[in-house]
């Protein structure tokens, strides 16, 4: 076995993975939240269809999706050879559990807020990501130029309630997730200093508010304003 | 103080097992919880049954020995080893639980008792040096800052019992390795075999069946010693530069 897989198969080499993969995530949601803030934008979507286009046309966009599509499934891999690892390390489970006393319920069931923030991707990227790149969507021209209307298929989107309300939900899940997953990506990249870490810390908690709460309000918005 | 034990009460590492309810009565609440557990076992003795088989030796808090899951807490209520946990912790009337620790790597060898040889093996894959360091140095003699030597002397508070692993959702052993694998990295004795030592004793606690780490805290929260979460990131550094930069290809 070479030395690098013999890293990558250790648990510390898998929760490395783990870490990486979930810090792009977290870049990716960054730029995912800011460029969505378009649709606050009053224009008839004309800045946000610009925007959809150039994200599925520019080459350094296209090299970094991928690298985004890597890193979920790699990060979903990873963390089911990880459970059941885990899973395995304690056959017998207690009768009386105290872990409530000892650590947060987000650190305990990440595995579990992941499948449901997965199974919201599956469909969210079919809503979205699939209709944009394949489906039979109406189109705009600007300046003489044709687009494709995605921002007529956000609106269409949101005006029903039941979607609404499931995107603020999975918002929610999103939030607890990174409330463990932010912090915890850096104490496993070894990064736990007493000069740091509170920086560290407080920007997760921030990120973990901020960031879902912008993106469970695109479909608000919408709802209330089309 | 009447209490009620439910304790798990298994007769070898084969035998499935199972809880078994004792009251027990006069119990004072100066008693350490070991103490009371004597109690119990004089009276099964004397009632001609199997007394209920525990871990204990210096009942001083340091040598680590003593263990038992008591309603879900390792070492019980408060951050102490179970030896210096008293039954003032408890109220009158009260119910209590105990169970062994529950890890693959720690079989059951009966009752309470499990055995915790995978932590000896991983100190044996690593967990050492050398080198002849000699006799007691002289103050000052090994160049070494107070804040370095601090650290040091914090991870070596680590008494090997094993409530981390207890405590974590995933039975990790990673606060033990990484308390043991700090301890001599930080010090000018243990540079020799640092890179070395890091990797077999990484690859030992994973061979041993041991979890990953999902950094909870639960250990840190439940560690009698107090051994801090800055260990497994430190540990974690010494891993992925060890494994960047050794000799062991």
């Known amino acids: 076995m070479s030395w690098v897989t013999k890293t990558l198969k250790s648990t510390l080499g898998r929760k490395l993975i783990m870490a990486l993969t979930g810090l792009f995530l977290i870049l990716f949601l960054t730029g995912h939240v800011a460029g969505n803030l378009q649709l606050f ?28 599509y890597l890193s979920v499934i790699g990060h979903v891999i990873y963390s ?9 390390a304690r056959p017998v489970g207690y009768a009386v559990s105290g872990s409530s006393t000892n650590s947060s319920a987000a650190s305990r069931n990440m595995g579990i807020l992941g499948t449901i923030i997965l199974l919201f991707l599956v469909g969210h990227m079919y809503s979205f ?5 394949w489906g039979a969507i109406p189109t705009v021209t600007y300046e003489g130029e044709t687009y494709k209307d995605l921002y007529s298929v956000v609106q269409i989107a949101f005006q029903q309630t039941w979607m609404v309300v499931l995107y603020v939900i999975a918002m929610g899940f999103l939030a607890f997730h990174l409330s463990h997953g932010f912090a915890s990506a850096f104490q496993t990249l070894g990064w736990n200093h007493a000069k740091y870490s509170p920086a560290i810390r407080a920007v997760g908690l921030v990120y973990c508010i901020v960031v879902p709460i912008l993106f469970a309000a695109m479909p608000v918005y919408i709802y209330f304003n089309s | 103080m009447k209490l009620t034990l439910k304790i798990w009460r298994q007769k070898n590492a084969s035998d499935k097992g199972g809880f078994a309810t004792y009251p027990v009565d006069h119990v004072s609440k100066d008693m350490s919880f070991l103490e009371m557990l004597d109690v119990l076992n004089e009276e099964l003795t004397e009632k001609g049954e199997d007394p209920v088989h525990f871990d204990h030796d210096c009942r001083e808090g340091i040598c680590g020995t003593c263990s038992l899951v008591i309603n879900g807490k390792p070492h019980g209520p408060l951050q102490t080893t179970t030896c210096q946990l008293h039954m003032r912790s408890f109220e009158d009337g009260q119910s209590i639980t105990i169970e062994p620790w529950r890890a693959k790597a720690f079989p059951v060898v009966k009752d309470l008792v499990v055995d915790r ?22 103050a000052n003699e090994i160049p070494i800052p107070k ?41 000018p004795q243990g540079q020799v075999e640092r890179k070395t030592r890091v990797e077999k004793m990484v690859a030992q606690m994973d061979a041993e069946g041991f979890g990953a780490c999902t950094n909870t805290g639960a250990c840190e929260a439940e560690c009698p010693k107090g051994i801090s979460l800055t260990n497994i990131a430190r540990m974690n550094r010494e891993y992925f530069s060890a494994s960047l930069t050794s000799e062991n290809v």
């Not at chain 2, 995978?118 to 006799?135: E, K, L, M, P």
């Not at chain 2, 981390?164 to 694998?181: D, E, G, H, R």
Request: glycine fraction near 8%; charged fraction near 10%; aromatic fraction near 10%.
């Open chain 1, 41 to 68: 934008y009053n224009d008839g979507g004309e800045a946000f269809n610009i925007y959809a286009k150039f994200m599925t046309t520019n080459p350094v966009v296209k090299i970094l999706s991928y690298l985004t």
């Open chain 2, 117 to 138: 040889y995978a932590f000896d093996r991983i100190i044996q894959a690593g967990g050492y040096v050398n080198i002849n360091t000699g006799g007691v140095p002289d």
């Open chain 2, 147 to 187: 804040t370095i030597a601090d650290l040091a002397m914090d991870a070596a508070q680590c008494i090997g019992c094993g409530a981390c692993v207890a405590a974590c959702k995933n039975a990790s052993a990673m606060l033990f390795t990484s308390a043991k694998v700090s301890q001599l990295a930080l010090l």
């Open chain 1, 80 to 88: 089911i050879g990880l459970s059941r690892l885990n899973q395995a």
């Open chain 1, 129 to 133: 990501w699939y209709q944009m790149h």
